[in-house]
Structure formats: C-alpha cells, structure tokens
C-alpha cells in the first residue's frame, strides 16, 4: 500500500479544503471500496482525509421528499421506514447488495462511488485504460462477460457496479455537494459519465467536492430493483432493473426505468419509458418496450447472453412493479429484489 | 562542503547513529546487514513481517546484527533518508553488508525502475563464499570472509529479494507532494478499545484493523482469509454491529467499541451461540467460526433484522463463507439460540 498521510476531517469545509489543495488526495468513508483498493495499489492517495466523523448522519424530511445525509450507512437507510415505504427500490438496491458487515460500514455517498468490477481494473499487470489512462484495455479483447452493453468506448467496456445508484437514477434522486467553488446539486442521472476517451473519470465531481447528501424528490407510487446474480447472494449483479411506476387510474402515467450491469453508469431508457406512458400495462406491452430497451445494444465477444436476459428481467420488473405479478418476497428486502437463489425459496412454502 | 566519501567494498564503514539510536561501532564483532527498503515497503502484509522475523531469528543465530529493523516492530531503513544518502544508496534499495571489522564487505544496489535479478545476488554470493573465492591474488584478500560473515550474506540476500522495488516507474512519477508524504509517512498514535480494555499503538496509518488485532496485540481470534472483504472471517462488532477488520484501517476504528471473538465469553462461560455451535456440531476446521460467531451474534442482537426462517439467516449470514460447508449446522446452532 502507498504511504499516506491520515486526516480526520471536522468539518466539511475542512475536509473540502484538505483534499483541494493536494492533488493526490481523496476522502474516504466507509473505506470497503477505497482500502480495498488501496491495497491492491490501485489506489494511491498520498493525503486520506477521513469524512466519516462528519455529522451527515441524518435522514430528515426536505422538500416533500426525504433527505439522507452522505454518511447515513447502507444498512441504515436499507431499514429507514421512510426509504422502505416510499422509496422501496432504495432499500431493495441496498439489501440485495453486499453483505451485512459491508452494508454496516458503507455510506450512502460511498456506494455511488465505488469502483468498477472489471477484473483488469483491478490486475496491475494488464492494460486498464481506467487505472492508467492510455495503456489500453484488456477487457476489449479478454474475458468480457461482465462488461458493458450500452455507451461504451474503444477506451474503456467497464459497468458500473452500484445497486444503490442504479435505483437512485430511476428515482432521479439529487446529489447536494460542496465543492472548491461552493454547493451545488447534480441531478442523479447526470452524476457518472459515460467512457468516452476519459475513463479514469468516473464522475463529473471535481477533485474535492464532497457529497454532502441524497435528496429524493416527492414520489407517490410505486418502486421496485430486481437483480441477476451469479450466485443467491452477496455477489454483484450481471443485469439489474429498478423502475419507478406512477399510475393515474388504470393507466401508466409515468414510468421510469434504469438498468444495471450494462453501462458505464445506471442506463436510463428513454424510449422504453416513452412508449409506456399513458398506456394500460400489460405483459404484451412490457415485452415490446424490452424489445425496444435493447435494439441498440453492442453486445462484446462474451457478454451477448445480457440481451435476453436484461430483457426478460425488464419485463418481470415492469409485472412485478405494476402488481401483475407477485413479487418473490416481501417489498422493501432482499428477497423481492432476488432472482431466484435463496429468495426464491420464500416462495416456497416454509 | 567537505562531502564524505561514498564507503565501498573493502572500507572501513563510517561510524553512524541508527534509527533505534545504536551506533554502528557498538556492533563490532559480529557482521551488520544494512537493509534499504522503499517507500512501498508494506508493514500491513503480515506475511512480509513474518518472513522478516523468521530471517532476523536467522540472523541472529548467525550471530548478525540486522539493523533495519527497530525493536520489536519491523521497520526498514527509509531509503530517502540521510542514512541512505551517506552510503549513497539513496532513493534505492539496498543491501549493505559489513563484517565483523565494520568493513563493507557487500554492497548491492537496485536502480530506481529496476528489478532485482537473483542472478546478481547468486553471482555476488558466489564471489563471497569462502569455499569457493579464489585463494590467492589481491582481490581474494579483500573478498577473505568468515563462514559467519558468509552465511549472513546468503540470509542477507534472501531478505533483499523480498524488498518491494524501490522507485519503480510509477514513483518517479510521484508529484512532489506525494513524495512529501511518502517520506513523511509517520506512524500515529492510534487509541483503541477492545473488548472493553484501552489500548494504546503506535501504528502506520496503513494497518487494518485486523492486522492491528493479529500481529500488534496478538489477538489472534480474528482470522484473515481473503483480505479484501470477500470472506467474512475477520468479522467483528464496531458498536455492536458486525464489521469487517481487513477493511477497516486501525486509525479509523478510533473512539468505537471493538468486540472479537476473544471478548464474546464471559470467562469460562461460553456465549449461548458458541455452546450452540459446539452443540451443533457448526464447524469443521474452524477458520471461519470466528467470523460466523461475531456475524451471528451481531444478527442475534439486531432487533431490525427480520431472521425468523432459516431462508432469512442464510441470506443475513450470506457475508461469511465457509470452505467447509458446515452452512446446515451454523444454521441450526442461530435458530436454537433464537428460539431460546
Ligand atoms: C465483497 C464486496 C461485495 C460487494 N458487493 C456489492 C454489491 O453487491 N452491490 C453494491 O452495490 N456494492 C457492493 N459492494 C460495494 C460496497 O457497496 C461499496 O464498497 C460501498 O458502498 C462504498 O462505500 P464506502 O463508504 O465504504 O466508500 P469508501 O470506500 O470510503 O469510498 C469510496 C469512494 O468514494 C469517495 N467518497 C466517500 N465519501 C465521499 C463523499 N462524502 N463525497 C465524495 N466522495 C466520497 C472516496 O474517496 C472513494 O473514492 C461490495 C463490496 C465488497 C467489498
Ligand atoms: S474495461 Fe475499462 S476498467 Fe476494464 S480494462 Fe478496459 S479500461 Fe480498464
Ligand atoms: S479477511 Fe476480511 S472479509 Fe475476508
Ligand atoms: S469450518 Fe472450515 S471454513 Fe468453516
């Protein structure tokens, strides 16, 4: 691991100020993506300024939607009633995330902001245009089967590991930072980037800006995250789907829908969710919008099995949200949010 | 400025203040082994640490004196320091040997950028070996060591080759200030309380919380399986909720309640689950017991956590592999303490 100097941050302002000032130097929260990396030697901060004392704590009412404070932790927004009941794929995203003692020590603010999964990324050895930018990608001509379907580059085919983020963009959450130049808020879906020929970027944050909470804008219906997995539980996802459904009577007023593990970054699908408004669900129509999700994927050598996949996932998370199917398990846990696995066994009877 | 002279092989070494405050002159008598390691040396890789001690008790045995290291935590000698620079080795990793005169007898330098070949150490080796160095001519009178000195120098050499490279290609690159901070990479004082007990370390801010626990305060319950938040053996309670020790760096576990596995008996008395898992029979090699124990016991205080099925506990113990399956029993060992 490279040497760094630690620094307890009081105060936002300090903290910002800290990290600011050298460029070298990054905060750290719950450390479960940063110290792991660390000492892969991915991650070299020479400065570690430490947030986590900071009293972003909160979850609080704000605006007609709900607050939650940058170090709230995963597990306890997971079990917030105000997140469960309200905004149900939040605590869906979280539980089928992890494990419990990560989910203990992972902020709110953390989690948007892990790193890629990609093995390369990870493997000092191999060319990873994201760790050092203008070596190459390993990915582009290796094992690509957890790699990106949409948005991606000839620099960089990586996805965006986050559960979290990816109901986050559904739900077009806000994120209130404080930066170098003052506050500012970014809306979700705008706070990742695309590849591009800059993907050692991950945000559009600027080097010391801080996230000092998630805002969730009033929302009234129903939302829901459904996630595939290599195994039953504490694994990342292959595909994921959050959808927000809003109703007005027997018909879809607004439904908005974000994909996970196909994307630099939550992949939101416009067109899907165009074609949905104003209609009356129904599996016929979900399947019709999946076609349409996914008529524009770029499949790699080994990742084309994510099309029908994400697909069929779409279609169950939309039947699933709208109550023309059964969810798996009770809303708001790991168990609705499960494909198959140890969940599918609540559904048998005990 | 009246510079010293670089010492080389066959002079006289100058005399120096260690960095555990031993003059080099106090160990005439036996042959010293100056070890330059890099500003990636990593205290924090127990099984560096390990291997280091094991050759310091070699070199003891050898009758050697290794003076990288001070005391009793292992600390290599910081290649950018003035130590460095007087044997002009600095910004490298190096590996100085002096004999029982304080003679330099050895010196092997690795260029920033370069790895260190064993051939070059095995060549050097070669020349050095009593048994082999040739016995006549001038060269050979320098090159006359002890079969003591020798073996030092075989130990020696072994402990260079597992010295991290010392201004690689990428720490050129460093920015000033990250060198600043490489070499300023100063121990803190770390305060913890574990198992209700204060303790207080004097640690690189880089060790974990787990490595803390194993190698500093010999609290050995906590196992280290994968290291990277991927097992779940290092589990233990940070206020009461479970936590993983290898991604929790010391430094920040400061002014919480640690609880290990050595802390979840009262005594002699043995913690309901830990009766429950003997009961049941939830173990095999035990690795990963202590970890399951810690997760399960947080879950069992948890009053949010709905674990009322076997369904519910296998996901909320999903965190904790075991290589040996023993999965049914720890199951049943939970539900019996639930149900009690
Ligand atoms: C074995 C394992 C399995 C996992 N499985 C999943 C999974 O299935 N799904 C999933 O979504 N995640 C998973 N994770 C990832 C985990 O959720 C993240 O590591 C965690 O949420 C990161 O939060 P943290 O507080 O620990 O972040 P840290 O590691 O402390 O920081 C992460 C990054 O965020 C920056 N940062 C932290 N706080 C702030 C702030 N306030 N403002 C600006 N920057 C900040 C840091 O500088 C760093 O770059 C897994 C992790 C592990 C180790
Ligand atoms: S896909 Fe991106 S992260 Fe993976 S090797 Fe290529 S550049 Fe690196
Ligand atoms: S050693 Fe910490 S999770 Fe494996
Ligand atoms: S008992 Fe052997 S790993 Fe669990």
């Given at each position: 691991m490279h040497p760094f100097q630690y620094q307890r941050a009081d105060t936002a302002d300090q903290a910002v100020a800290t990290v600011t000032k050298t460029a070298t130097a990054t905060f750290i929260a719950g450390?479960?993506?940063?110290?792991?990396?660390?000492?892969?030697?991915?991650?070299?901060?020479?400065?570690?300024?430490?947030?986590?004392?900071?009293?972003?704590?909160?979850?609080?009412?704000?605006?007609?939607?709900?607050?939650?404070g940058a170090n709230v932790s995963n597990s306890a927004a997971a079990i917030s009633a105000d997140v469960r009941q309200r905004y149900t794929a939040v605590s869906e995203a979280l539980l089928a995330g992890a494990s419990v003692q990560i989910r203990n020590m992972a902020s709110m603010a953390g989690n948007p902001l892990q790193r890629t999964r990609c093995p390369y990324f990870r493997d000092l050895t191999q060319a990873c245009n994201k760790r050092e930018p203008g070596s190459g990608c390993a990915a582009l001509g290796g094992y690509n089967h957890v790699h990106a379907l949409f948005g991606a580059s000839d620099a960089c085919v990586a996805t965006h590991p986050s559960d979290l983020a990816v109901a986050l963009s559904a739900l077009d959450a806000r994120v209130q930072t404080l930066g170098p130049r003052g506050p500012r808020a970014i809306a979700f879906p705008e706070l990742h980037r695309l590849p591009g020929d800059t993907p050692h970027l991950d945000t559009v944050l600027e080097h010391g800006e801080l996230i000092t909470s998630l805002d969730l804008p009033p929302f009234t219906g129903r939302s829901h995250y459904l996630k595939v997995r290599e195994r039953a539980s504490y694994a990342y996802a292959?595909?994921?789907?959050?959808?927000?459904?809003?109703?007005?009577?027997?018909?879809?007023?607004?439904?908005?829908?974000?994909?996970?593990?196909?994307?630099?970054?939550?992949?939101?699908?416009?067109?899907?969710?165009?074609?949905?408004?104003?209609?009356?669900?129904?599996?016929?129509?979900?399947?019709?919008?999946?076609?349409?999700?996914?008529?524009?994927?770029?499949?790699?050598?080994?990742?084309?099995?994510?099309?029908?996949?994400?697909?069929?996932?779409?279609?169950?998370?939309l039947l699933e949200t709208s109550g023309l199917q059964a969810l798996q398990g009770p809303a708001g846990t790991a168990f609705a949010a499960s494909v198959g696995g140890v969940a599918g066994q609540l559904a048998v009877p005990r | 400025m009246n510079q010293a002279p670089i010492p080389q092989a066959g002079d006289l070494a100058p005399d120096c203040v260690l960095p555990n405050g031993t003059r080099l002159l106090d160990l005439r008598g036996r042959p010293v082994i100056l070890a330059f390691a890099s500003d990636t040396w990593d205290p924090t890789l127990a099984h560096q640490s390990a291997l280091f001690a094991r050759l310091s008790a070699d070199f003891g045995s050898a009758g050697a004196a290794f003076v990288d290291i001070a005391s009793d935590e292992w600390q290599a000698l910081d290649c950018r320091g003035a130590l460095a620079e007087r044997f002009g080795v600095a910004g490298q990793r190096a590996l100085i040997l002096l004999d029982e005169h304080g003679v330099v007898r050895w010196r092997t330098v690795v260029a920033p950028g370069q790895e260190l070949r064993s051939g070059q150490v095995l060549a050097a080796l070669e020349a050095l070996n009593p048994a082999t160095a040739p016995a006549a001519g001038p060269e050979a009178?320098?090159?006359?060591?002890?079969?003591?000195?020798?073996?030092?120098?075989?130990?020696?050499?072994?402990?260079?080759?597992?010295?991290?490279?010392c201004g690689s290609s990428e720490s050129d690159q460093d920015s000033a200030d990250e060198q600043a901070a490489a070499t300023a990479s100063d121990t803190v004082a770390v305060a913890l309380t574990i198992n209700g007990q204060a303790h207080r370390l004097t640690l690189d801010p880089r060790v974990a919380l787990l490595d803390a626990l194993r190698e500093n305060l010999h609290l050995t319950g906590t196992k280290k399986g994968c290291d990277h938040g991927q097992c779940g053996a290092c589990t233990v309670h940070l206020d009461g909720q479970s936590a993983l020790a290898c991604l929790t760096l010391a430094v920040m576990a400061q002014g919480k309640e640690i609880t290990t596995i050595e802390g979840l008996a009262k005594g002699e008395e043995l913690h309901p689950l830990q009766a429950a898992f003997l009961m049941h029979d939830a173990f095999q090699c035990g690795y990963c017991t202590p970890g399951q124990l810690m997760a399960a016991t947080a879950l069992l205080q948890d009053k949010t956590m709905d674990t009322g099925s076997g369904v519910e506990i296998r996901e909320a113990m999903s965190g904790n592999l075991c290589r040996c399956a023993a999965y049914p029993n720890i199951i049943a060992a939970i539900q019996d303490v639930q149900r009690a």
């Open positions: 450390g479960t993506s940063h110290v792991d990396l660390m000492k892969e030697g991915v991650h070299r901060p020479s400065v570690l300024v430490d947030v986590s004392g900071l009293p972003l704590k909160q979850i609080t009412q704000h605006e007609g939607g709900l607050r939650i292959l595909v994921s789907c959050a959808v927000a459904l809003e109703m007005d009577g027997p018909k879809i007023r607004r439904v908005r829908v974000a994909l996970g593990g196909v994307a630099h970054k939550p992949w939101r699908l416009p067109k899907a969710e165009a074609m949905l408004a104003g209609q009356l669900p129904s599996e016929k129509l979900f399947r019709a919008a999946a076609t349409a999700a996914f008529a524009d994927a770029k499949p790699l050598e080994h990742n084309a099995y994510k099309i029908p996949m994400g697909r069929n996932l779409l279609v169950r998370a | 009178v320098a090159f006359q060591l002890s079969r003591r000195t020798f073996v030092t120098a075989t130990l020696a050499a072994a402990a260079l080759l597992l010295l991290p490279g």
